[in-house]
């Protein structure tokens, strides 16, 4: 097990433009998290899911954000109609229900410019 | 959720102990504390958490008094390595809650 991959690492793309990231939680964590993270700030969550069903969602998750976990292992966030304040880095974390610390696995990121 | 307050940054040197302190007034009864650290470019990593009194692993200290209103992680003889931001959060530890990070505080050891 290599713990939480993200994909792309590095995303450029043009204001108006669509994008999706991919997220592949450690194989038997049911829980994951979307996080996103701005120069000099620390993570802001914006969206978890328990295996397949996502059950919160963050005010910062605005309608052109959309987030999928269809099969309850990978997931993907897509922001649609890209803006430049959407450049930011896109944390990924997992973790499992029944332990007894809480602790979230964070893969290392999609860095996201939107020019 | 308990909004958390601790040092924006820190300067060490090389062997020294390192404490950071966080504030916490408003915990709730079924809080516990957990720490995270972020190296650049990367994701937040956990390094301790606890609910009360002591608690130390490979890594850290975590010391939390009676009142539960602060607590403090201690790094032993820190490493050039250990240069990273802090976090630290207050919350249930069930899972069902997303964790919420404050801004953290910039620890840089220094030769």
């Known amino acids: 097990d290599t713990g939480v991959s993200q994909d792309p690492r590095h995303k450029i793309t043009k204001r108006g433009q669509n994008v999706t990231f991919r997220c592949d939680p450690i194989?038997?964590?049911?829980?994951l998290y979307w996080y996103r993270q701005t120069l000099g700030q620390g993570p802001e969550f914006l969206t978890y899911?328990?295996?397949?069903?996502?059950?919160?969602k963050s005010r910062l998750l605005s309608d052109r954000f959309s987030a999928e976990r269809p099969k309850g292992s990978f997931s993907t966030l897509e922001i649609q109609r890209t803006e430049q304040g959407d450049s930011a880095m896109y944390l990924c974390?997992?973790?499992?229900?029944?332990?007894?610390?809480?602790?979230?696995?964070f893969g290392p990121g999609t860095r996201l410019t939107v020019l | 959720l308990a909004k958390t307050t601790q040092p924006i940054s820190m300067d060490s040197y090389e062997g020294q102990e390192v404490n950071i302190t966080c504030s916490h007034n408003?915990?709730?009864?079924?809080?516990?504390i957990t720490w995270y650290q972020q190296f650049p470019s990367q994701g937040p990593r956990f390094i301790i958490q606890?609910?009360?009194t002591k608690v130390t692993n490979e890594v850290a200290s975590l010391f939390i008094p009676a009142d539960r209103k602060s607590s403090t992680l201690s790094l032993p003889r820190v490493s050039l390595s250990d240069t990273a931001v802090y976090y630290c959060?207050?919350?249930?530890?069930?899972?069902?809650?997303?964790?919420?990070f404050g801004s953290g505080t910039r620890l840089q050891v220094q030769p």
């Open positions: 959060l207050v919350g249930d530890n069930t899972g069902r809650r997303a964790l919420t």
């Open positions: 194989s038997e964590h049911n829980r």
């Open positions: 408003n915990i709730a009864t079924n809080d516990y």
């Open positions: 899911f328990q295996n397949e069903a996502q059950l919160e």
């Open positions: 974390a997992s973790s499992r229900t029944g332990t007894p610390i809480d602790e979230q696995f």
């Open positions: 606890g609910y009360k």
